[in-house]
């Protein structure tokens, strides 16, 4: 149990395009979704969180008109990032929650490359 | 201060051994605790949730809690070799549902 995906594993895209990143809970209804983002060697740095039915919260730093964030069911989340740079070239990782345990489970990863 | 201490390591050890991971956190109105595993190039794995003082324990793994020390462990006995990955301590920040990371200890089993 407790199964996120992530859609695409890996994407390449030219500066100036916009991507598109879906996160599923599989098995699981999850009213709450986390979108993070990992360089190479650092942490998880958590960039917002995504609640079914309303607005995205964005941690501080985080470009919310960059980083659209839609949580239209409580199975779907997604993340486009717009006008994508080669400087947004990182991993890409959701999670959802399970419940009420506060247990977050990740989805496998999106790596953008942004040429 | 950071909010989550890990020693980064690497933390060598050989395998059969018991491997001993730390954590200190800042926030004492944290009240869940998680550990995550992330293998290199992958996403984190939960493998322990811990929410009250003192030692939970789920196969290998091991997990402390002292919340007056806000110091959390994972042991892990037997170590293998498919132990070696990155692993991460994560309290819930007080009052919020959101994990707050560390930066993690690199584990080494090595045969």
């Known amino acids: 149990g407790a199964v996120v995906s992530q859609h695409p594993s890996r994407v390449i895209c030219k500066s100036g395009t916009s991507v598109k990143i879906e996160c599923r809970s599989l098995d699981f209804q999850a009213t709450t979704m986390f979108w993070y983002r990992q360089f190479p060697k650092q942490s998880l740095m958590l960039m917002a969180t995504?609640?079914?039915?309303?607005?995205?919260?964005?941690e501080q730093g985080v470009e919310k008109d960059k980083f659209l964030i839609n949580h239209a069911s409580l199975t779907l989340s997604t993340l486009t990032v717009t006008s994508a740079h080669p400087e947004d070239s990182s991993f890409y990782i959701c999670?959802?929650?399970?419940?009420?345990?506060?247990?977050?489970?990740f989805g496998p990863g999106t790596r953008l490359t942004v040429t | 201060q950071k909010e989550v201490e890990q020693n980064s390591g690497p933390l060598s050890v050989p395998e059969g051994a018991i491997a001993s991971l730390n954590c200190t956190y800042s926030d004492r109105g944290s009240q869940s605790f998680f550990w995550y595993r992330q293998y290199s190039g992958k996403s984190p794995e939960l493998i322990m949730s811990i929410y009250s003082n003192g030692d939970k324990e789920d196969g290998r793994f091991t997990a402390q809690l002292n919340k007056a020390s806000q110091y959390v462990s994972l042991l892990i006995r037997d170590s293998q070799p498919s132990d070696s990955a990155t692993y991460l301590c994560a309290p819930i920040s007080g009052g919020y549902n959101k994990l707050i990371f560390g930066a993690g200890t690199r584990l080494a089993v090595h045969p």
């Open positions: 995504s609640n079914e039915g309303s607005k995205a919260t964005y």
């Open positions: 999670s959802a929650v399970l419940g009420t345990s506060y247990e977050q489970y």
